[in-house]
Nanobody
């Protein structure tokens, strides 16, 4: 019973910050590489950031590199995405998942607007 619950989104002004959380259950979170994705209206799902099982290796989409930080706490089965210097083009629904996962959560809406 894989469950992924994203939270922390909201409305923020350009240049602002948000921290998203992903609470995972129903699988062995600590052994899976995990990713954050986002999807803007009318667009496909975009890979934003990835973190290995131990939290020792991370990758980012070029569009967010230097502004976003992915992290995880395996003891809490939780992954995070720290977002700084937000831009209107970051507006999207943000999702988390394990690599190759087919069960998706509800996502959390991030809206960057003045």
């Amino acid at each position: 019973q894989v469950q992924l619950v994203e939270s922390g989104g909201g409305l923020v002004q350009p240049g602002g910050s948000l921290r998203l959380s992903c609470a995972a259950s129903g699988f062995s979170f600590r052994i899976y590489t995990m990713s954050w994705y986002r999807q803007a209206p009318g667009k496909g799902r975009e890979l934003v950031a990835t973190i290995d099982f131990a939290g020792t290796a991370t990758t980012y989409a070029y569009s967010v590199k230097g502004r976003f930080t992915i992290s995880r706490d395996n003891a809490k089965n939780t992954m995070y995405l720290e977002m700084n210097s937000l831009k209107p083009e970051d507006t999207a629904v943000y999702y988390c998942n394990r690599v190759g996962g087919t069960t998706w959560g509800q996502g959390t809406q991030v809206t960057v607007s003045s």
